[in-house]
Each structure stands twice: as C-alpha cells, then as structure tokens.
C-alpha cells in the first residue's frame, strides 16, 4: 500500500508571472498533477467514463501556505503525503521543495520548504439526471493507499 509520492518538475516560464516568479495559482495545478502522477504510480485512475457511470474525484478543499518564491527554472519537487483516508475522501499534504543544481534537495534531502500544500478531495459518481454525489471509493483504490505514518516532529529544549 502506498502513503506517499514524490515528483520532481522544472518551472516554465508561462507559470510564471512578470517578475519570472511562480504564480500563486501553479501551486494548485501542481498538487493536482502530482495526485494524477501519483494514482498512475499505482495503476489507478483518477477518473472514469463508462458511459453514465463516470466518477471522479471532486475538490472539497484547497489550500496552500507560500514560504519563499519559486522561479522560471527552477526544479521543484513536490512530496504528497495521505493526511487521512475515510469511505470516499482522501486527504494530502504537500511539501514544496527547491531542487539545487546538484540536484538534491538540501542536506540528507530535508531542504526548507518553499511551500506547504492540502487538498480534500471526495470520490463522486454520477447520479439519475447526471447530478454527481458522493460514492464510496473504489475497492482498488482502497487498496492502494493509506495513510502515511505521523512524522514526529523534534522537541527542542
């Protein structure tokens, strides 16, 4: 079963803004692609159409906290992490890092994070009149992922 997923992508330039400074809103598409990238990583789909039993999953919640900027060129790695996992939701954390030209990620791979990211999403079907609701997660899916372990954070004194 899988908990977590990494990425790694270089910025181009029309994620960018004026300044060559990644757009606040690129960090949405790159959670979302990273969760595709991740559901492929396991044969999985994110969403299926089968005539009227097309189902997906649908955004109940987004988030993202900037901490430093990213730019045109740069490589960014991008960690998800399964916060949490009920019948039809799943929830993930993302960790944003910059990638150096050596191409690690800092020290032992633990460099700041650029950025921190969450998204909530619920797996939806398609209902008489093709209005969509929620339905329980394909067993494959359920499967497939769990919830990552609590990572400790350390105490200081």
């Avoid at 910025?11 to 991740?38: K, L, P, Q, W």
């Avoid at 097309?54 to 045109?72: D, F, I, K, N």
Wanted: charged share 25%; hydrophobic share 40%; with cysteine.
């Amino acid at each position: 079963m899988a908990s977590e997923f990494r990425e790694r992508r270089r910025i181009e330039f029309y994620e960018t803004d004026m300044a060559g400074i990644v757009h606040f809103s690129n960090y949405f598409r790159f959670m979302e692609s990273t969760e595709h990238a991740f559901f492929r990583s396991l044969g999985l789909a994110l969403h299926r159409d089968e005539g009227q039993g097309m189902t997906g999953w649908a955004r109940v919640q987004a988030s993202c906290e900037y901490q430093a900027p990213l730019h045109y060129q740069d490589e960014v790695e991008i960690e998800l992490r399964v916060r949490e996992k009920g019948r039809s939701t799943l929830a993930y954390d993302f960790v944003f890092r910059r990638v150096d030209a050596a191409g690690a990620t800092g020290a032992q791979g633990a460099s700041a994070p650029v950025a921190r990211g969450a998204l909530h999403v619920v797996h939806v079907a398609r209902a008489h009149g093709g209005r969509m609701q929620a339905a329980a997660m394909p067993a494959e899916v359920a499967r497939a992922i769990e919830v990552a372990p609590t990572l400790e954070t350390p105490t200081r004194p």
